[in-house]
Structure formats: structure tokens, C-alpha cells
């Protein structure tokens, strides 16, 4: 709640009882006049510099690690799409068991195009992933560069991560 001012006094920045006033200003002598000694320190504070740091970038990762990452997460992609594919596999044999129920022709039109939009995306997510694995081979060394380099081995495998 609001304090109520008291009778004769004038609230501090005014009240909403009563007629408003306007508080008077504090008189010239209450007030400490700024002396060339506060213009002297205002010229003599050095300007703020922003502060130096050096950026320092990570080395980057073995090439052959590289590659391997990338494949093993196309690896866990394929992985996720392959759970989705069985989810929607599983929800058309439980709607084919439950057809003896009533339901109407927009139920399951509505239902095909369920099935049939998650199967577009999912077919979009492997071109994508086709994409990726092409590009993953054309970073992988060919087998002439591997014997250039001495490392010809025919059992040679990527690292695994």
C-alpha cells in the first residue's frame, strides 16, 4: 500500500492525493559546484581499449578419422531411418488386423497419407545420405595414393571411432 503523506508536508515526488506538485529543485549553495579539478580527471582517464586475445585454432583431425566419423554417422542416420521404416511397417499390420472395426473411406485415406508422407521423407533422408556418401568417397584416398604413400595393404581398413 501506499504511504498516505502527512498534513503540512509535501510527499517526495508527489502523491496521488491531492492536487499534484511539482518538488522544488535543491538550492544552488546545497549543491557542489564541479571545479577544474573534476575537468582535469575527466581529461586524464585514458580511453577503454578492448582487450588483445590470440585465437588459437584446434588442429584439425587426422584425415582417416575424418572419413571415419562420417561414415559411422551415416551408419547411425541409416540406423534411425531403418527403426522408422519397422514403426511404420508395425502401424499398417496393426491397422490390417483392426480393419473388421467400422471406420470410413476418409480414415483410411487419411492413413495412406500418413504412411505415404513418412515414407517420402524418409526416401528424401536417403538421397541426402546418398549425397553424403559420395562425398565421403570422394575424400576417402584411392588405392594409388595408398601405394604412392607405402600403405598398400589389400586387408587395410578404415579406423574405427
Do not use: H
Amino acid at each position: 500500500m501506499r504511504e498516505q503523506p502527512r498534513k503540512g508536508r509535501v510527499p517526495r515526488w508527489g502523491g496521488s492525493s491531492g492536487p499534484s506538485r511539482v518538488r522544488e529543485p535543491i538550492p544552488r549553495r546545497d549543491r557542489p559546484e564541479l571545479g577544474d579539478e573534476v575537468e582535469e580527471v575527466i581529461e586524464d582517464t585514458p580511453e577503454p581499449q578492448a582487450p588483445v586475445m590470440s585465437l588459437r585454432l584446434p588442429e584439425p583431425p587426422p584425415r582417416d578419422r575424418v572419413i571415419s566419423q562420417l561414415l559411422y554417422s551415416i551408419a547411425l542416420e541409416e540406423t534411425a531411418l531403418a527403426a522408422l521404416i519397422n514403426a511404420e511397417a508395425e502401424k499398417v499390420q496393426a491397422v490390417g488386423r483392426n480393419l473388421a472395426r467400422p471406420c470410413t473411406f476418409d480414415d483410411v485415406l487419411t492413413f495412406q497419407r500418413s504412411v505415404a508422407e513418412v515414407m517420402q521423407t524418409v526416401v528424401r533422408k536417403e538421397e541426402i545420405l546418398l549425397k553424403k556418401l559420395q562425398t565421403v568417397m570422394e575424400l576417402a584416398p584411392r588405392e594409388e595414393e595408398m601405394e604412392e604413400e607405402g600403405g598398400g595393404d589389400e586387408g587395410a581398413s578404415l579406423p574405427e571411432v
